[in-house]
């Protein structure tokens, strides 16, 4: 299994320079998705409900301060997702890759996973929380969204 670093690594190297918040946001949306597709994480990191969506804390220690990211710019290895995890990748950046960081942060916004874990920690909107999303209202979420869309996991 990879690591959420690598798994950022991947996506910048196949995208190329994009904000920390985007990133962040393609790494939700990735494992939301392969979770679903796969019925398995696609790293053991764990998302939390901060104000501005999804953000795995592991990842955002190595962006810190840093607003626009490039290849290269978090080390990891690509190399450590299987055949399986690239092809969940690959998919969410087909389809996510050209929305905006504040597009994907206000949709994580109108999801369940995002507003449970907001909900439970008893926060207002731009309240901070170190809540986590719950990876059983994630799998949940995403796999409703396939089955609106006609796939199967």
């Known amino acids: 299994m990879a690591h959420v670093q690598d798994v950022a690594a991947y996506i910048l190297g196949r995208v190329g320079p994009m904000t920390a918040m985007k990133l962040q946001k393609l790494c939700y949306y990735a494992y939301g998705y392969h979770l679903a597709w796969e019925g398995r994480q696609l790293f053991p990191e764990r998302f939390e409900a901060w104000a501005n969506g999804p953000v795995v804390p592991a990842l ?5 301060g840093r607003f626009q990211l490039g290849k290269g710019d978090i080390v990891g290895n690509p190399q ?8 969940s990748v690959d998919l969410v950046l087909e ?15 109108r999801e369940r996973p995002w507003t449970a874990a907001r ?21 949940e979420f995403f796999e409703a969204l396939l089955a609106a869309d006609g796939e199967e996991g």
């Open 80 to 87: 450590a997702l299987d055949p399986g995890e690239r092809e």
């Open 119 to 139: 909900e439970r920690a008893g926060v207002g909107p731009l309240d901070r929380t170190n809540e986590q999303l719950d990876d059983n209202e994630i799998a």
């Open 60 to 64: 955002y220690a190595r962006h810190r």
């Open 95 to 109: 389809g996510l890759g050209g929305h905006t960081a504040h597009t994907l942060s206000q949709m994580t916004h």
